[in-house]
Nanobody
Framework: QVQLVESGGGSEQAGGSLRLSCAYS????????MAWFRQAPGKEREGVAT????????YYADSVKGRFTISQDNAEKTLYLQMNSLKPEDTAMYYC?????????????????WGQGTQVTVSS
């Protein structure tokens, strides 16, 4: 079991930055691939970024590549998403997720643990 709690969302103007955090807790020694997903109103949830347990492998959606950075602090059990050069199309509910599958993936179905989400709104 993994519990995930996101924070750091809010409102920002286009071109600005926000950093999302996800505190996670687990009662097992399993290592998880962690990811950020987002869902805009009327759209499907999409994978934004994924990171391996070691932090050495990452994946980014084309829409955020070069602007967003995923990272984690394993000692503090916290996942981060640094979002720079924000655009109005980044407006969405952002979710933290964890997968026990041993591969870098951005498929929603591969993630069994989810946080409650944090809203990000970017105005033009």
């Amino acid at each position: 079991q993994v519990q995930l709690v996101e924070s750091g969302g809010g409102s920002e103007q286009a071109g600005g930055s926000l950093r999302l955090s996800c505190a996670y807790s687990t009662y097992t020694y399993s290592r998880y691939y962690m990811a950020w997903f987002r869902q805009a109103p009327g759209k499907e949830r999409e994978g934004v970024a994924t990171i391996s347990p070691s932090g050495l492998a990452t994946y980014y959606a084309d829409s955020v590549k070069g602007r967003f950075t995923i990272s984690q602090d394993n000692a503090e059990k916290t996942l981060y998403l640094q979002m720079n050069s924000l655009k109005p199309e980044d407006t969405a509910m952002y979710y933290c997720a964890a997968s026990a599958l041993p591969r870098l993936t951005a498929r929603e179905a591969d993630f069994e643990y989810w946080g409650q989400g944090t809203q990000v709104t970017v105005s033009s």
